[in-house]
């Protein structure tokens, strides 16, 4: 399997570059009992994890190749759709708003500067809050702006423009 599901990603988070026995990955993930010790198995046979002592953490000898795999232009965009999917799928607690909208130039300008002080805040109240709140209890936020005619051109010959 080329890149990493978002279930695996997710188990990277949790370990950052720290060593964490399977209890406190499973708590703090949140994944089902069975499901997070497959993972952490599939990730040990990849050579991302090693296991020591009852602990897991991430590998120092992860080649470039499998870094380019796993953190690549492609992970990254197959990770994206994988959450934004499984945010459209979700049927209670979800915040959830598309919409196409005409802007002219000055409201475009202002929008922008809007994104921009949100995405400010956000890595803000990241950094804030990271170490206190587990890995499961955190939000997926994403937002984004795209000109309908540049879409559709994209949608017609599958490429971006």
Not at 49 to 58: A, D
Not at 71 to 85: F, H, K, M, P, W
Not at 114 to 137: R, Y
Request: hydrophobic residues 45%; charged residues 25%.
């Amino acid at each position: 399997m080329k890149g990493l599901s978002s279930l695996e990603r997710n188990i990277l988070e949790c370990l950052g570059r720290q060593a964490l026995n399977y209890e406190t990955i499973q708590l703090q993930t949140g994944l089902h009992e069975n499901v997070c010790f497959n993972l952490l198995q599939a990730l040990i046979i990849r050579g991302i994890l090693r296991s020591e002592n009852g602990r897991y953490k991430v590998s120092e000898a992860i080649s470039p190749l499998m870094m380019e795999e796993i953190n690549g232009v492609d992970a990254r965009r197959a990770e994206s759709l994988e959450l934004i999917e499984a945010v459209l799928e979700q049927e209670s607690n979800r915040v959830f708003r598309f919409q196409k909208i005409a802007l002219d130039t000055r409201d475009e300008k202002i929008f922008l500067a809007m994104l921009s002080n949100l995405e400010s805040f956000l890595g803000d109240a990241h950094k804030k809050a990271q170490a206190s709140i587990p890995l499961k209890e955190r939000k997926v936020v994403f937002w984004g702006v795209g000109e309908v005619q540049a879409l559709m051109r994209q949608i017609v010959t599958g490429r971006s423009v």
